[in-house]
């Protein structure tokens, strides 16, 4: 992607959402960062579905100590890996309380020390609580960094760099937010929707997709 195109691809992704929100639901730094480390692969429909059920009950670190391990694999066994993930969200929640008073650390350094938080979900944490311009690089924003041309990288760190390096200021604290909903609903990975994008003139994917004939079936 050309460095002039930078501007006016997120400007109109601001345009048609000025401001984005994870789709993941919380009420509290702790609940985000509990969210965000049971989302590893899973959705966050299907996170969304577990964490209804288990904050209203526990959503304190100390509250779920409290449930005990089979307690808390009882409210997120629908999610993928569940039992890995209980076991490292206790660990954190025990860390919490220990090393931090039940409160989550605001730097990249003591969140990456959690268990089962690398550094796509301090990334996370950082923007989405704290504000902080960073970019949480998963799988949507990994291949639209590619296939736009916007950020191109054999890893997910080398996509994250490249962004930091072009994203304009002006957009970076929500752009991570705006490439992960472009990825999920438009550039989608089997067959993007290049005749719905509001930003197809700037990006370098050729051929453009077009529209499905009428009466050919599903959306991918």
Same mark, same amino acid.
């Given at each position: 992607?050309?460095?002039?195109?930078?501007? !006016?691809?997120f &400007?109109?992704?601001?345009? /048609?959402? !000025?401001?984005?929100?994870?789709?993941?639901? #919380? $009420?509290?730094?702790?609940?985000? +960062?509990?969210a965000? +480390? +049971?989302?590893a692969?899973?959705?966050?429909?299907?996170?969304?579905?577990?964490?209804?059920?288990?904050? !209203?009950? &526990?959503?304190?670190?100390?509250?779920?100590?409290?449930?005990? +391990?089979?307690?808390?694999?009882?409210? =997120?066994?629908? =999610?993928?890996?569940?039992?890995?993930?209980?076991? @490292?969200?206790?660990? $954190?929640?025990?860390?919490?309380?220990?090393? #931090?008073?039940?409160?989550?650390?605001?730097?990249?350094? &003591?969140?990456?020390?959690?268990?089962?938080?690398?550094?796509? $979900?301090a990334?996370v944490?950082?923007?989405? /609580?704290f504000?902080? !311009?960073?970019?949480?690089?998963?799988?949507?924003?990994?291949?639209?960094?590619?296939?736009?041309?916007?950020?191109?990288?054999? $890893?997910? #760190?080398?996509?994250?760099?490249?962004?930091?390096?072009?994203?304009?200021?002006?957009?970076?604290?929500?752009? @991570?937010?705006?490439?992960?909903? @472009?990825?999920?609903?438009?550039?989608?990975?089997?067959?993007?929707?290049?005749?719905?994008?509001?930003v197809?003139?700037?990006?370098?994917?050729?051929?453009?997709?077009?529209?499905p004939?009428?009466g050919?079936?599903?959306?991918?």
């Open positions: 992607m050309k460095t002039q195109s930078i501007q !006016p691809f &400007a109109t992704l601001r345009a /048609a959402n !000025p401001h984005p929100v994870s789709e993941l639901e #919380y $009420t509290s730094v702790f609940e985000l +960062l509990a965000v +480390l +049971l989302s692969q899973a959705t966050d429909v299907g996170v969304n579905k577990a964490t209804r059920r288990l904050f !209203p009950v &526990a959503n304190t670190p100390q509250s779920i100590l409290a449930l005990g +391990l089979e307690g808390l694999e009882g409210y =997120i066994k629908t =999610i993928g890996l569940f039992r890995s993930k209980a076991r @490292h969200l206790m660990e $954190t929640c025990r860390i919490l309380v220990e090393q #931090y008073g039940g409160e989550v650390p605001r730097t990249r350094d &003591a969140l990456e020390t959690l268990p089962g938080v690398g550094r796509k $979900t990334n944490v950082l923007n989405v /609580a504000g902080e !311009p960073t970019m949480a690089v998963d799988t949507h924003i990994f291949r639209v960094g590619n296939r736009t041309g916007l950020a191109p990288g054999k $890893t997910p #760190y080398e996509v994250e760099m490249r962004l930091i390096e072009r994203v304009p200021k002006e957009f970076a604290v929500d752009a @991570h937010h705006w490439l992960i909903l @472009h990825g999920r609903y438009v550039c989608v990975a089997r067959t993007p929707r290049c005749y719905e994008c509001q197809a003139q700037w990006c370098d994917y050729e051929p453009k997709t077009p529209p004939k009428a050919s079936g599903a959306r991918s």
